[in-house]
């Protein structure tokens, strides 16, 4: 099993939840057993859909008390992030591509309270996030192409999954690598075992199906991932 330090948790994403009853969704969630909760921030510029704004995060955070993951894919996140820390967001994740000024960002965000993450699309070499990891408290390791849910994980993923695992071991960081899109009890396996603790779950939690029981089959499976870790 992982070690008792690298708690693993899965954050049901509202994106694939029913919009006209977000309460309800929030409400199953919960009572299902979720860590937290994901919220896609999308502007129609970085990625080609629309989403959340603070006022959404808001209304969230005034119906729950587990930490909200606020995943920002937006261009110029350092115009954005003072409004969705007050709406109450707990971390969040900025991308790497979407902004020139990442260390100050960084610790922008720390300054405003909350903790902070970056993410990397598929295609972005796992590189570019190293100067940042010391002052990381997430690593988003995207497994699709942002802005739909829906799509299928990616396998060229678990590497860099991996890389960032160890990458942040050796810094003795307690940052936690974070694995979003198309996470089924599949493919939570092998991400597990390459090492992701944060687990963002969409369709498998929402689409169909008793919330609780899928929550309670992916937490199994991650845990049967993190029993045969890749060392």
Same mark, same amino acid.
């Not at 704004?53 to 005034?62: E, F, K, Q, Y």
């Not at 369709?203 to 890749?230: H, I, M, P, Y």
């Given at each position: 099993? +992982?070690?008792? $330090?690298?708690?693993?948790?899965? !954050?049901? =994403?509202?994106? $694939?939840?029913?919009?006209?009853?977000?309460?309800? &969704?929030?409400?199953?969630?919960?009572a299902?057993?979720?860590?937290?909760?994901?919220?896609? #921030?999308?502007d129609?510029?970085?990625?080609?859909n629309? $989403?959340?704004g603070?006022?959404?995060?808001?209304?969230?955070?005034?119906?729950?008390?587990?930490?909200?993951?606020?995943?920002l894919?937006?261009?110029?996140?350092? =115009?954005? #992030?003072? &409004?969705?820390? /007050?709406?109450g967001?707990?971390?969040?994740?900025?991308?790497?591509? &979407?902004?020139?000024a !990442?260390?100050?960002?960084?610790e922008?965000?720390?300054?405003? *309270? +909350?903790? #902070?993450? &970056?993410?990397?699309?598929?295609?972005?070499?796992?590189?570019? #996030?190293?100067?940042?990891?010391? /002052?990381?408290?997430?690593?988003?390791v995207?497994?699709v192409?942002? @802005?739909? =849910? *829906?799509?299928?994980?990616?396998p060229?993923?678990?590497? /860099?999954?991996?890389?960032?695992?160890? +990458?942040?071991?050796?810094?003795? =960081?307690?940052?936690?690598?974070?694995?979003?899109? @198309?996470?089924?009890?599949?493919?939570?396996?092998?991400? %597990?075992?390459?090492?992701?603790?944060?687990?963002?779950?969409?369709?498998?939690?929402? !689409?169909? @199906?008793?919330? !609780?029981?899928?929550? /309670?089959?992916?937490? %199994?499976?991650?845990?049967?991932? +993190? *029993?045969?870790?890749?060392?």
């Amino acid at each position: 099993m +992982a070690p008792p $330090s690298r708690r693993l948790r899965l !954050a049901p =994403s509202l994106l $694939s939840a029913d919009f006209a009853d977000l309460a309800g &969704a929030i409400r199953l969630a919960e009572a299902g057993g979720a860590d937290a909760f994901h919220l896609d #921030v999308m502007d129609g510029h970085f990625v080609p859909n629309i $989403s959340f704004g603070p006022a959404l995060v808001r209304a969230v955070r005034a119906r729950t008390r587990l930490p909200l993951d606020v995943h920002l894919m937006i261009e110029r996140p350092e =115009s954005f #992030v003072e &409004a969705f820390a /007050k709406a109450g967001g707990d971390t969040l994740v900025f991308h790497l591509e &979407a902004t020139v000024a !990442a260390p100050t960002l960084v610790e922008r965000v720390h300054s405003l *309270g +909350a903790r #902070v993450g &970056a993410a990397l699309r598929p295609d972005t070499p796992f590189e570019n #996030v190293v100067p940042l990891l010391p /002052k990381l408290d997430q690593v988003l390791v995207m497994s699709v192409n942002p @802005g739909f =849910s *829906g799509q299928s994980f990616l396998p060229v993923a678990l590497p /860099k999954i991996r890389q960032a695992r160890r +990458a942040l071991d050796a810094l003795g =960081s307690p940052a936690d690598v974070s694995v979003d899109g @198309g996470v089924t009890p599949e493919t939570a396996v092998g991400a %597990a075992q390459h090492g992701a603790t944060f687990f963002v779950c969409g369709n498998s939690v929402f !689409a169909q @199906g008793d919330v !609780a029981e899928n929550l /309670k089959t992916l937490r %199994a499976s991650v845990a049967e991932g +993190a *029993g045969r870790a890749v060392h």
